[in-house]
């Protein structure tokens, strides 16, 4: 099976995520999406650990019960994959067509992924002609571990779907992002007078960064294209656990605590998961300008479960010196009222990224 394979057939967007099932199916009307089917069913703790599944039965259970609590009909869904075992990479290679290079994509990938080919899906996306090197294309290779993919795979024939289109987390982040119109050119990057100031040469770029349990899927975007993607192991996960320590708790009640009285975490709790968050951001943000100096990351657009942290986007404006939006897709998806909890549904927006945007896939052309 290829990674992005049968975007047409796709239609649910299923996250299979440390923390839960998260499903959501959207139609298109002019006037933009509504939502159709979701639901949020949480996994048990360690049933899926650094995106391997390790409780299946547990998974495609969740799964029956998400299919279940949302009435959705459909079968084909779109995953995402992300972590250790995805590779996306921007390579060189000479000019040549698409077909042409669906031939010669396993040789490209060989030179390129730490894994043994045999072992991995792979695919690719031209981006164009290399600016430096006319003869040359730039092309995004992505390449992910089989036994991650087949273990989706399996858990989601036990519920009864077919994976049609498997993605990529941070492109699903980006997709939906677009989708809802939030990375609109003219309200994200570098305004053109303050370029021509000669304040900054080129232009600006915007991050999109999500923050779940053990997760943070960064991808910055250079005048709207992909220049740097990265998943790090930090996340809310990590915040409980302090919670737990200092506050001498079980790992339920210090999560109740985050969700519900984040202001009684002892200080310097927040204190030390701020400094690491905004340490492990900082490593992806100093790689990036490491090849991109000239286009400094102006704008962070927050999602995942840690957007819904109060006041984390100051936090991190503070911390890093970029401003720092919360990304709800929510806000522009129409939800029938008569159909869904409007009101907590557009609060947890920001931590649904991932499955609407994969959701979104169905309408690509
Ligand atoms: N209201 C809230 N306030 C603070 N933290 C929250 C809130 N809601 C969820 N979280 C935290 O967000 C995290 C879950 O986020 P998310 O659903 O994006 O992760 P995930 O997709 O399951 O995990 P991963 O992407 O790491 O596999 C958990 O650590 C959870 O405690
Ligand atoms: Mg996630």
Redesign the pocket.
Known sequence: MKLFSRKKDAVMGV?I????I?LVELSKKKSGYVLKAFANIPLPRDA?VE?TVIDSIAVSQALLDAIEESGAKTKNVSIAV?GNALIIKVIQVPTTTEFDLEAQIMFEADQHVPFDIEDVYSDFQILGVNEVDPELMDVVLVACKREIVDDYQLVLSEAGLNASCVDC?VFAIENAAEEVGLLDVDSLELDAAEALDGEIEGGGASALI??????I?VNILREGQMAFVRDQFY???N??ELIQKTHAVSFTAA?EM??NS?SEIDPNVTEEFYSNLSSEISRSLDFYSANNAEYPVQTILL????A???DIDVELYQRLGIETKILNPFEKIEIPEQLFDVESLRK?GP?MV?PIGLAMRSFDQ
């Open positions: 996250d995520s440390a923390t839960a998260k899926i995106n992300s987390a999500n923050i779940g349990a053990n997760i899927n996340g809310g996960q915040l409980t999560e985050k969700k984040f999602s995942g479960g840690c819904l942290i109060p947890i931590m991932v």
